[in-house]
T-cell receptor, first 115, second 112 residues
Framework: DARVTQTPRHKVTEMGQEVTMRCQPILGHNTVFWYRQTMMQGLELLAYFRNRAPLDDSGMPKDRFSAEMPDATLATLKIQPSEPRDSAVYFC?????????????FGPGTRLTVL | AQSVSQHNHHVILSEAASLELGCNYSYGGTVNLFWYVQYPGQHLQLLLKYFSGDPLVKGIKGFEAEFIKSKFSFNLRKPSVQWSDTAEYFCAVKRSQGNLIFGKGTKLSVKP
C-alpha cells in the first residue's frame, strides 16, 4: 500500500530558527503539493511541482519559505526564519494525472509549533 | 474569487442516522470534484471524486456524492453513519486550469 511519507511528524522550535520538512511522494507520482492547515484558514495550497519543476508557489510567503525537489523521491519545504504564526500542520500530497486533473494523496503531515 | 462553501461547520448525529453534508462552489465551467476525510489526528484521505459521467459517485466506506451542475453542488451522503465515521470532511474543487480549492471542512460527530 503506497503512501506519502513526511518527516518529522512533529517539530517544536523557537522563533527565528530554520525548519526543514521533508516529503517522499508515492513512487510514480509526478506532482507534489505542499499545503498548510490551520484552524482559522483551513487548508491552503503553498506550492506545487510537476516533474520536479515548480509550477505555482504563489501561496507561499516568499521571504521566508522555500520549496524544492532535489530529486523525484524528495520534496522539501523550508522556513527561515520561523515565526509563531507559522505554527500549523503542513501536509504534502503527491498526485498522478487522471484525465485532465491530478488525484492527490496526502501524507500524515508535520505538526509545527513555533514558540 | 473562487470559493468552496461547506455550510455546516459541525454536524452531530446518532449512529444509524442518515448523513448529508453540503458543498457548493462558486464558478461555472468544467470542474473536478472531490471529498476527503480526515480522521482525528490523521491525514486527509480521498473518499470519492467526480470527473465526468454519472453524476452520482460512489466512494469508499459507503459514501456517495451527487453532482448537481445547475445547483453548483456536490453533496456527500451516507444512508447510515457509524461511530467510526466521526471525522472532518472536506470538499474540494478543481477547475481545469486552476488549483485544488478546499472548503473549510465539516466536523461530523457520531454518538454511539
Amino acid at each position: 500500500d503506497a503512501r506519502v511519507t513526511q518527516t518529522p511528524r512533529h517539530k517544536v522550535t523557537e522563533m527565528g530558527q530554520e525548519v526543514t520538512m521533508r516529503c517522499q511522494p508515492i513512487l510514480g507520482h509526478n506532482t507534489v503539493f505542499w499545503y498548510r492547515q490551520t484552524m482559522m484558514q483551513g487548508l491552503e495550497l503553498l506550492a506545487y511541482f510537476r516533474n520536479r519543476a515548480p509550477l505555482d508557489d504563489s501561496g507561499m510567503p516568499k521571504d521566508r519559505f522555500s520549496a524544492e525537489m532535489p530529486d523525484a523521491t524528495l520534496a522539501t519545504l523550508k522556513i527561515q526564519p520561523s515565526e509563531p504564526r507559522d505554527s500549523a500542520v503542513y501536509f504534502c500530497a503527491s498526485g498522478y494525472r487522471d484525465g485532465n486533473t491530478d488525484t492527490q494523496y496526502f501524507g500524515p503531515g508535520t505538526r509545527l509549533t513555533v514558540l | 474569487a473562487q470559493s468552496v462553501s461547506q455550510h455546516n461547520h459541525h454536524v452531530i448525529l446518532s449512529e444509524a442516522a442518515s448523513l448529508e453534508l453540503g458543498c457548493n462552489y462558486s464558478y461555472g465551467g468544467t470542474v473536478n470534484l472531490f471529498w476527503y476525510v480526515q480522521y482525528p489526528g490523521q491525514h486527509l484521505q480521498l473518499l470519492l471524486k467526480y470527473f465526468s459521467g454519472d453524476p452520482l459517485v460512489k466512494g469508499i466506506k459507503g459514501f456517495e456524492a451527487e453532482f448537481i451542475k445547475s445547483k453548483f453542488s456536490f453533496n456527500l451522503r451516507k444512508p447510515s453513519v457509524q461511530w467510526s465515521d466521526t471525522a472532518e470532511y472536506f470538499c474540494a474543487v478543481k477547475r481545469s486550469q486552476g488549483n485544488l480549492i478546499f472548503g473549510k471542512g465539516t466536523k461530523l460527530s457520531v454518538k454511539p
